[in-house]
């Protein structure tokens, strides 16, 4: 079993700010008043300056959930996919205060002036980004950039009523979506997954995979791969205990239509199901969506990215 913790004060890796996504440095200045500069259109990490707010466009899938405190045993609603925004909030020094995440029914705000605690965790040498409110009962989860090489993108997986027995669980896929796709080349992608499932017995999990997309741009088609799944059990979201679990390795593929990727993947267990997804960056360097599966062995609902 390998342990990660969900959030982790006062962590510095690689010289970079805690407590934020994205590329911009640090400053040695003070570190509150962040939101003073206008709202702006999220463009790229790169171009991400401390004491501002920028507003990063996606998609996201969602579903209610209701489960029983004393079993660990969940029951799930119908997934639901919308247009969502979210909206990220730094200090003068270069750290994240807020994230907002704009999803109808799938809304949650993160928010250190209110309690809330968003700090960075280590995954497989990865950076991640979490979250968890001053009640315990939202925690999020996204690809920190730093981390996965990103320059346009985010994605990542949510939840709220954590320990009440009902709420909502969501993934979303964020970024600057590409507006001159390549027409040539065939470019290979890598990065990772992140999700939920829920067994064929009821037991919810978070699942991340390292993911791997190829695209084909003159044939207009492309693969897509997870590997190195691993799963956390739900009922504990105090600590991330994550385990191996091949069964949710996902393969696929589909078309390329304009900057959208759109296709048929399935899991190593029985589930099938549809992939969504864009082409973010200047020209073509990334990609990214969100995924669902069911079947006789449970239901799994992802997001992902990947650089080239």
Known sequence: MVHYPLYTHNLSLVGVCVKRIGKQACSSGGGGGGGGDPIRQF?????IN???????NGEVKFADYTANLQTGVATIGTTQITAAEVKLTYENNGNLERVDI????ASVDFDENQGDDIDLVLRFGNLVGGAVSANGEEVGLWAEPVGLGF????????FTGLGTGAGIAAVGSFGAKTANVPTVG???????????????????????SDSEVVVNFPNETFTF?????????????????????????LSGGGSLSGNSLQGNV???????????????GVNGSEVGGLFELSGPAGLYVGSFGAVD
Do not use: K
Not at 50 to 56: H, K
Not at 151 to 158: A, E, L, P, S
Not at 190 to 204: C, S
């Open 186 to 208: 065939t470019v290979t992608y890598n990065g990772g997954a992140a999700g939920f499932a829920l067994d064929a017995a009821g037991i919810p999990y978070l699942v991340v």
């Open 266 to 280: 399935s899991a190593v267990f029985d589930m099938s199901g549809t992939l969504d997804g864009s082409v973010y």
């Open 151 to 158: 320059n346009y993108q985010t994605f990542g997986v949510w």
């Open 50 to 56: 401390p004491g501002e707010t920028v507003v990063i």
């Open 43 to 47: 463009t790229s990490w790169d171009d």
């Open 102 to 105: 704009d999803a109808g029914g």
């Open 225 to 249: 791969a997870t590997t190195g799944s691993a799963i956390d059990n739900l009922n504990d979201a105090n600590e991330l205990d994550f385990v191996p679990e091949s069964g949710l390795n």
